[in-house]
């Protein structure tokens, strides 16, 4: 890689960098809710872009929070029914009771 033989000054360096210009970047109003928007972007107030709604921001919080809640109802009902049912306890005590009384059976006949 190619390496300066001299110091580059101070007023080369400002020159160059004197291009270097800020910009002040363009705003529109939102035709939906009259707020100052960069132009290219979804409302920040609103959620409107163009001709239609691109975020949900425009709803409630108690909105969102019910869709919420009933998907989560919806999954936990999906599980609910591909799960196999567990059995209780007094029902998995009792088969191995009998398979205990069962085994000691086939020994005193034997």
């Known amino acids: 890689m190619a390496t300066p033989k001299k110091r580059t000054g101070k007023a080369s360096q400002a020159t160059r960098r004197a291009n270097w210009k800020g910009s002040i970047p363009a705003t529109t109003t939102c035709p939906n809710c009259k707020a100052v928007v960069l132009t290219h972007?979804?409302?920040?107030?609103?959620?409107?872009?163009?001709?239609?709604?691109?975020?949900?921001?425009?709803?409630?919080?108690?909105?969102?929070?019910?869709?919420?809640?009933?998907?989560?109802?919806?999954?936990?009902?999906?599980?609910?029914?591909?799960?196999?049912?567990?059995?209780?306890?007094?029902?998995?005590?009792?088969?191995?009771?009998?398979?205990?009384?069962a085994e000691t059976e086939a020994k005193t006949e034997e």
Not at 83 to 91: D, G, L, Q
Request: glycine share 4%; aromatic share 4%; with cysteine.
């Open 41 to 101: 972007t979804v409302c920040p107030e609103c959620g409107y872009y163009k001709d239609g709604f691109a975020s949900i921001k425009k709803q409630s919080k108690a909105e969102v929070k019910e869709v919420k809640e009933t998907k989560t109802e919806e999954v936990k009902e999906e599980v609910k029914k591909t799960r196999k049912p567990r059995a209780k306890k007094a029902e998995v005590e009792a088969k191995a009771e009998e398979t205990k009384e």
